[in-house]
């Protein structure tokens, strides 16, 4: 697996390497790479689905460093995203993807969950967009945020953000 540093990801995403966006749906919403593709290895959980969510909720509610006192949202393992990632077009295991997310730990673990599928040209941006900025990537039209290194705030975060114009 090749790790890629935030100066060098926009000549790799020129490059043969395909982006491939890890990130949940509500964060790639605020920003995106423009011509990425997106399949996200966790997704959004159901906090009232079953006990346990509901018993994580809380828990994560307390802890007042993050939970939906930040905004954040709860997230599981997308268990079709092996699936999901062979079901984009022209995707093989032979095709090099690029892996980004926020701060480059689910871009690690979906590294992970492919090769073990059989994929073997993969890269990681290390410490995902949260270091790289845009570096020099041209982002969606119509992004909730200016920066995607600022799609993943949450509630707190947004307002403070959204007050300086950012």
């Not at 270091?131 to 992004?143: E, Q, V």
Request: aromatic share 8%; charged share 20%; hydrophobic share 45%.
């Amino acid at each position: 697996m090749l790790r890629v540093a935030p100066e060098e990801v926009a000549s790799l995403a020129r490059s043969k390497w395909r982006m491939l966006d890890v990130r949940p749906e509500f964060e790639y919403e605020r920003a995106s790479v423009a011509g990425s593709a997106h399949v996200p290895v966790f997704v959004n959980d159901n906090p009232f689905e079953d006990v346990a969510s509901a018993v994580m909720n809380y828990v994560h509610f307390s802890n007042m460093g993050g939970g939906w006192y930040m905004g954040d949202r709860l997230t599981i393992l997308n268990t079709s995203f092996v699936e999901d990632v062979l079901s984009l077009d022209a995707v093989s295991t032979n095709t090099p993807l690029l892996l980004v997310c926020q701060d480059g730990r689910r871009s690690l673990y979906a590294a992970k969950l492919l090769y073990e599928a059989g994929f073997k040209n993969l890269a990681v941006l290390e410490e995902g967009f949260v270091k790289c900025g845009s570096s020099g990537l041209k982002t969606n039209a119509g992004a909730d945020v200016k920066e995607l290194r600022l799609a993943g705030s949450g509630a707190v975060s947004r307002v403070v953000l959204d007050a300086l114009g950012r």
